[in-house]
């Protein structure tokens, strides 16, 4: 047993109307995608940048923990606050210095 399809019937009238239509539509679909295109470029490369300084923040964090545990030993052992002062501002310059580097 087959089964038959109804289809719909054929428009009447001007056909060259109705396809000039659709390639209408055709094109501005292909418009919306190539702009979509464009934002996912867009978006990529921001997410990127934001990549790139995650990892500088984190490196930064580190060496800023890195001095403040410089510093806690320095007073445990007995250094002056002065001595413990040297040891961050050693720290923030040795950041500035890399930061004009890049």
């Known amino acids: 047993m087959?089964?038959?399809i109804k289809l719909p019937p054929l428009p009447s009238g001007n056909v060259a109307h109705l396809i000039a239509a659709q390639e209408a539509e055709?094109?501005?679909?292909?418009a919306e995608v190539e702009k979509?295109?464009?934002q996912h470029m867009r978006d990529s490369a921001e997410?990127?940048?934001l990549c790139q300084h995650?990892?500088?923040y984190k490196a930064r964090a580190e060496r800023l923990a890195e001095a403040l545990y410089l510093i806690e030993s320095a007073k445990?052992?007995?250094f002056g606050i002065d001595y413990a002062r040297g040891v961050a501002q050693s720290?923030?310059?040795y950041?500035?210095?890399k930061d004009h580097e890049q």
């Open 95 to 97: 950041d500035q210095e």
């Open 36 to 38: 979509w295109k464009g």
């Open 2 to 4: 087959t089964d038959h």
């Open 26 to 30: 055709i094109e501005r679909l292909r």
């Open 76 to 78: 445990d052992r007995g």
């Open 91 to 93: 720290v923030l310059l």
């Open 54 to 56: 995650r990892d500088e």
């Open 47 to 49: 997410l990127r940048r």
